[in-house]
C-alpha cells in the first residue's frame, strides 16, 4: 500500500460498498438531510441498511436503533453522518462492534476521528466523495 494521498481511495470504497449490512449513525428521517438520504439510498440499492439514533424510534418507516451496540446483527460497515465530536466517540462504538470499514460524510470527520479510527484498524474514507454520489456511480 503505498499511495497515502486521498484522491484516489477507490479501493476502500469499492470494499466498503461490497459488504453485506450497513448501518447510518446519524439517520434521519428529514429527507433533505444526508442521514436521511444515505439511508434511502443504500434501500433504494436494496441493501440491508439498519438507522441508528438515539433521538429517533423509527426513521423511513423500519426501526431506528439507539446504538451500533443495539443492532440485531453485526455489521461490517458504517456510514457516519454526526458532528465531529459525536464522530470520535462513534468509530469507538464501530470497533468494539465488529466493523470494518468507517465512512465519515463530509463534515463528520475530524483529525482525532480518523486518527481513533485507525488506531483501532478500522478502514477509514474521509475527506473525500460521499456516498450519495459513489453508491449511484456506473
Known sequence: MHDHDHSAP?????????CDRFA??????HPAKFGGRVLAAYRRHGR???????RERQV???P???????LPERVEAVSIVTPPEVTERIVEEAADAGARFVWMQPGAE???AIAKAKARQLVVIAGGPCLLIEIDAP
Open 110 to 112: 475530524s483529525a482525532a
Open 24 to 29: 447510518v449513525i446519524g439517520a434521519s428521517n
Open 10 to 18: 477507490s479501493a476502500a470504497i469499492a470494499a466498503f460498498l461490497a
Open 60 to 62: 423511513l418507516g423500519a
Open 48 to 54: 440491508v441498511a439498519f438507522a441508528v439514533n438515539p
Open 64 to 70: 431506528c436503533y439507539a446504538s451500533l451496540a443495539d
